[in-house]
């Protein structure tokens, strides 16, 4: 009988709906002690400027303003260093080097804000396609980043037929610093028609440029 009791008692107390003053008293202590981690600070796209881009506070304070609004324009958030450490990380994965990195940044802050793995791929095929230098595809960004997330059109088929059109990339360049446009813009739509017209007033491939 003493075993049976003693085998019982500890389970009708832990069933029993009235604790113990003991156990209150460990569960006071319990949450008296606890510490909780404190939430991280929000994310400060200035501040990732300035430590991770290598931006100076007043480039840094200008681009964050600049690419805030373009996302609420466009509905992005940009909460948090995950995309922008991904984007960061196809531009160095091609090779450019850290200075043109800032540079194109500084110049277009809103790139950190798109689909990583849009902007690697179309960087892929740039290079792959054009057999691009990193030099040559830091030219292109820093006249025109856009080409790598603001258009929906694949831009390799246009860079081809300008780069064709007009006899070399370098001449592209040379164009696309005149309308950056060009390359955003449909081919069949706009840009053909529009040099036919400037070659019926009788400018030359050189003049176009």
């Given at each position: ?127 792959d396609r054009f057999c691009l230098f990193a030099p040559q595809i830091a030219r292109l960004l820093l006249i025109r980043s856009s080409v790598l997330h603001r258009s ?14 007009f006899g070399s990339f370098e001449m592209v360049l040379v164009a696309v610093k005149r309308n950056n446009r060009m390359l955003t813009s449909s081919l069949d739509r ?20």
């Amino acid at each position: 009988m003493l075993c049976i009791r003693d085998h019982l008692l500890p389970l009708l107390h832990a069933a029993s709906p009235h604790p113990s003053p003991l156990h209150h008293r460990t569960c006071f202590l319990l949450l008296s002690t606890t510490t909780y981690p404190s939430p991280p600070p929000p994310f400060s796209l200035e501040d990732y400027l300035v430590t991770t881009c290598g931006l100076d506070p007043a480039q840094a304070r200008k681009a964050s303003q600049k690419a805030l609004a373009g996302a609420s324009l466009r509905r992005f958030r940009l909460d948090s260093a995950s995309n922008p450490d991904a984007v960061l990380a196809q531009l160095s994965g091609v090779g450019l080097a850290c200075t043109d990195i800032v540079t194109i940044v500084n110049s277009d802050p809103l790139i950190l804000n798109y689909k990583a793995s849009t902007i690697g791929d179309r960087l892929l095929a740039i290079r792959d396609r054009f057999c691009l230098f990193a030099p040559q595809i830091a030219r292109l960004l820093l006249i025109r980043s856009s080409v790598l997330h603001r258009s929906r059109r694949n831009v390799g088929p246009i860079l081809e037929f300008f780069t064709s059109f007009f006899g070399s990339f370098e001449m592209v360049l040379v164009a696309v610093k005149r309308n950056n446009r060009m390359l955003t813009s449909s081919l069949d739509r706009v840009n053909k028609p529009n040099i036919a017209q400037l070659q019926q007033c009788g400018l030359s491939v050189r003049d176009i440029a």
